[in-house]
């Protein structure tokens, strides 16, 4: 299994780009930027674009997709754009009744919390991907030598979607599962691992250059259930990937304790969120990964004489691993004066 010959990482479109080259480990002359959530509720662009359109229908709309994914690129310069949609966009397309709720986030509307519930679910049918080849496709061939980023949940915060039958801040229900009856838990998040394998594969293979596997909500976890519990099936979701040579990235929320074994997941970079300097970063992974951070969300609505310091300080920290993407520590909160990340994208450059 190998990346089509038109990919651009396979015809040099953007193998030679910043991102990828910091993804594989080396430091362009120039460091590179994107922001997660850049494509969204931050620009004025987005919410005219979307006007009328439910979240999900506008993820599984090819041209309304591809559209908000170059937004914030053509705004802001970053050095990647990062394929727009929702982490629960797999479960919907293997089947599963979900919505997005205004205010709250994706609301099942029936939750998956037995042993036959998870026997229940069914895998995407291959057929059911096609919007997101087809998104992909009309984003990759407007970017040119600007690399997307594919992207998909991590096992584990699927699962607590499912769970919970929507967000929750301490994943009660899902921890209890986990430790109550670990063979459905297990049949559960293989399940999750795969649908996420089968989206992530499907925009790599139309031409995606870079993935990311995000866990928001593993910062609930303790140590060694994530490591015993979640960990190998992020390992899955990305294994779905063996063969296709795009660089991977690892972001998990609250992981500062685990980050240590991470490693284990098998990403090439690994993201940091706000909580942990770079520099005791690439400490605690043994000086071997690039690593993609780390401004503070919180900052972005301070004066910009503070940003531009934490930035400084960021990049500064950032200089003792490997490699640096620079992005933030999480999303771009929806209040945030899009003017403010284009100023940074431009002081990242000229650092």
Not at 48 to 73: K, S, W
Not at 104 to 119: F, H, K, N, Q
Not at 227 to 246: I, T, Y
Request: aromatic share 6%; with cysteine; proline share 8%.
């Amino acid at each position: 299994m190998a990346l089509p010959e038109t990919h651009p990482l396979r015809d040099g479109r953007t193998s030679d780009s910043r991102l990828v080259r910091a993804a594989r480990g080396d430091r362009p002359e120039i460091l590179p930027v994107w922001f997660m959530r850049q494509a969204g509720r931050s620009l004025p662009e987005y919410r005219e674009t979307r006007a009328g359109t439910e979240m999900l229908d506008a993820c599984l709309t090819p041209a309304l997709a591809a559209e908000i994914t170059l937004q914030p690129v053509r705004r802001h310069g970053v050095d990647a754009a990062v394929f727009f949609s929702d982490i629960v966009i797999p479960v919907l397309l293997a089947g599963v009744a979900v919505s997005i709720v205004p205010g709250r986030g994706p609301v099942l509307e029936t939750p998956v919390r037995s042993a036959s519930d998870v026997l229940a679910l069914r895998p995407i049918e291959p057929d059911a991907l096609d919007p997101i080849s087809e998104a992909v496709r009309l984003v990759v061939a407007e970017l040119g030598d600007t690399p997307l980023v594919g992207f998909g949940g991590a096992p584990y915060t699927l699962a607590s979607y499912l769970v919970e039958g929507g967000p929750s801040k301490e994943q009660l229900r899902t921890r209890a599962l986990m430790r109550s009856d670990p063979r459905t838990w297990a049949t559960l998040l293989n399940w999750c691992a795969d649908v996420t394998g089968a989206f992530l594969e499907a925009q790599v293979r139309a031409g995606a250059s870079v993935v990311q596997l995000f866990d928001s909500w593993a910062g609930s976890l303790s140590r060694d259930d994530y490591v015993k519990r979640a960990l190998p099936h992020s390992k899955r979701a990305l294994d779905a990937l063996r063969g296709l040579d795009v660089p991977r990235i690892h972001f998990g929320l609250g992981l500062s304790e685990s980050l240590d074994a991470t490693p284990a997941v098998g990403a090439d970079v690994i993201g940091v969120d706000w909580r942990l300097p770079l520099d005791e970063a690439n400490r605690r992974l043994g000086g071997r990964f690039p690593l993609q951070g780390n401004i503070d969300p919180a900052l972005l609505t301070a004066p910009w004489s503070l940003i531009d310091r934490h930035v400084r300080d960021v990049v500064e920290r950032g200089a003792a691993a490997p490699a640096h993407i620079v992005n933030l520590g999480h999303g771009v909160p929806p209040e945030t004066d899009p003017t403010v990340l284009t100023r940074i994208v431009e002081l990242v450059h000229e650092l």
